[in-house]
C-alpha cells in the first residue's frame, strides 16, 4: 500500500463532497462541467483504490483514462462562465452551440479511447507496434482538446463583459478555469511522456515516487482544488434572476 496512493483516496473523497453541492447549486447551465468533476474524483479514487489492492495494469489503465473527464469537466465550467458573463449564447444559434460541444466530446472520448486500448495492450503481455501508436494518436487529441479551451477561454477573456447581474461569476469561473487549465497541462504533459516513452521511471502508478507527486498527483489536486474554490464562491449566482432578466417567462433550475 502506497502512502501516496492513500492520500489520493481520502482527497478526492473529501473533493467529491462540494463537488456534489455545486452540481447543485450552479443549476442546468453547470450540470455537465460539475458532473464531469465528480467523475473525475471518482476516477481518481477508483484508480487509488486498485492501486492500493495492487490490481496491476487496471490502476495504470483507469489512470491513463483519468484526463478525460477533467477536459469535459473544464469545457463544460467554461461554457457556463461564457454564458453567466455575457448571455452569448443566447444570441448564438443552438443548433451550432451544441453540435459545437458534441465535436469536442467526441474528440476527448476518441482521444481516451485510444489511449485506454493502447494502454492496456502495452501492459499485457504481448504488446504490439500498434498500441503505442493508439496511445500517441490519443494523447495528441487529448492535447489538441486542451489547446482548443485555451484558445476558447482566451478569446473569452478578451471580449469585455456584459452589464448583467452573472458577470463577475462568470469572470470568476473563467479565471479559474484558466490557471486550472494551465495546471492540468502539467499532468497531460507527464501522462503523454509516461505513455510514449514507456520509461519505468516516468509509470504513473510503480514510477519515482517525486515524479508521481509533482507531475502527476499534485497537478490533478491542485486543478480541482481551484474549480471547487471559485465554483464555492460563484455558488450565490442566482439562475432565476439572471434568465428573468432576459427572458421574464421562464424560471427554475437554468
Avoid at 473544464?74 to 448564438?92: M, V, W
Avoid at 507496434?129 to 482538446?145: F, T
Wanted: glycine fraction near 12%.
Amino acid at each position: 500500500m502506497s502512502g501516496l496512493d492513500a492520500a489520493q483516496l481520502a482527497i478526492f473523497a473529501v473533493l467529491s463532497l462540494p463537488v456534489l453541492y455545486l452540481i447543485y447549486s450552479h443549476g442546468r447551465r453547470g450540470f455537465l462541467g460539475w458532473g464531469f468533476l465528480l467523475i473525475y474524483c471518482i476516477l481518481r479514487l477508483t484508480g487509488a483504490g486498485m492501486a492500493i489492492s495492487n490490481s496491476g495494469p487496471s490502476a495504470q489503465i483507469i489512470s491513463s483514462i483519468g484526463l478525460s473527464p477533467m477536459l469535459l469537466a473544464l469545457d463544460g465550467i467554461l461554457h457556463e462562465a461564457c454564458y453567466r458573463r455575457t448571455y452569448r449564447y443566447q444570441a448564438l444559434n443552438k443548433g451550432l452551440e451544441y453540435a459545437t460541444m458534441a465535436v469536442y466530446h467526441v474528440l476527448i472520448v476518441t482521444g481516451v479511447a485510444l489511449v485506454g486500448s493502447g494502454a492496456g495492450g502495452l501492459a499485457g503481455d504481448q504488446p504490439e507496434a500498434s498500441d503505442l501508436k493508439h496511445v500517441k494518436v490519443g494523447m495528441a487529441l487529448l492535447e489538441i482538446g486542451w489547446g482548443f479551451l485555451v484558445l476558447w477561454a482566451l478569446w473569452t477573456l478578451k471580449e469585455r463583459s456584459h452589464a448583467v447581474s452573472t458577470a463577475r461569476e462568470g469572470s470568476i469561473l473563467l479565471y479559474g478555469v484558466l490557471v486550472a487549465l494551465f495546471v492540468e497541462e502539467i499532468q497531460l504533459i507527464y501522462s503523454l511522456l509516461a505513455q510514449c516513452t514507456q520509461r519505468a521511471d516516468l509509470n504513473p502508478t510503480t514510477g519515482n515516487l517525486a515524479g508521481r507527486v509533482v507531475l502527476g498527483f499534485l497537478p490533478g489536486v491542485i486543478a480541482t482544488v481551484v474549480l471547487v474554490v471559485v465554483g464555492v464562491w460563484t455558488r450565490g449566482v442566482s439562475p432565476k434572476k439572471s434568465v428573468n432578466e432576459l427572458d421574464p417567462r421562464r424560471s427554475g433550475w437554468v
